[in-house]
């Protein structure tokens, strides 16, 4: 069964300092994975998804994510925190049943 | 403009009254999908539905119940038989792209029950 697997429920960043937010999955067949953002109170917002065409994504808001299947990682990076990143940020991976596994989610807080 | 609406933004009910939570997109996708979030546990499946007149339950459907008798419409019932109900909705929709289902979403209902 597939599952994914976010470390760190919270990670604190300096504005202009690099974001790293942690994601493993678990699967017996080659993933289909996602990271999503997420504001208060609000849904959910796709950032990037990998489908296997390319092992480094690029998404919105200038993120990015590199799947390595040896680590079986699914790490999503940023350059350069702004205030506006802040949120909490969802790993997933499609199932079988092409449903979402999702993760726990890391909180992203950007000090000024 | 096309997305997903979730109506109402907030609901309150007392314990023991079913209650309804609706969902209507206009993206013309055929999947549909009902998740419950809860702090610190991320999201969790209710119930989704891959075509009209069809469902299945997901992980956590028990206490729950939907219909799709229109495409475009998904509507969760919250009954009293769910332990406990107050919590954050979410509904998704999802279309097919490069053989991956890609899910949007809509901003959500937060129900309180006391």
């Known amino acids: 069964a597939q599952s994914v697997t976010q470390l760190g429920s919270h990670v604190s960043v300096s504005e202009g300092a690099l974001v790293l937010l942690r994601c493993n999955y678990s699967?017996?067949?080659?993933?289909?994975l996602f990271w999503y953002v997420q504001y208060p109170n609000q849904g959910l917002q796709l950032l990037l998804k990998?489908?296997?065409?390319?092992?480094l994504v690029k998404g919105i808001n200038g993120f990015e994510a590199e799947f390595k299947k040896s680590e079986t990682s699914f790490h999503l990076t940023k350059p350069s925190a702004h205030m506006s990143d802040a949120a909490e940020y969802f790993c997933a991976v499609q199932t079988g049943a092409n449903n979402l596994f999702f993760g726990t989610g890391t909180r992203l807080t950007v000090i000024p | 403009d096309g997305g997903i609406t979730q109506s109402p933004k907030y609901l309150f009910r007392k314990e023991g009254q079913n209650v309804t939570l609706s969902c209507e997109q206009n993206?013309?996708?055929?999947?549909m999908y009902w998740y419950r979030q809860d702090p610190g546990q991320g999201l969790r499946l209710i119930y989704y539905?891959?075509?009209?007149?069809?469902?299945q339950k997901g992980d956590i459907a028990e206490g729950y119940s939907v219909s799709r008798e229109k495409k475009e419409s998904f509507p969760l019932t919250v009954t009293s038989a769910q332990k406990n109900p107050t919590a954050f909705y979410l509904c998704a929709s999802s279309f097919k792209t490069s053989g991956v289902y890609e899910q949007y979403f809509g901003p959500g209902t937060r129900l309180t029950v006391t």
């Open positions: 699967s017996s067949v080659p993933p289909y």
């Open positions: 539905s891959q075509i009209v007149n069809d469902f």
């Open positions: 993206l013309n996708h055929d999947a």
């Open positions: 990998y489908t296997s065409a390319a092992t």
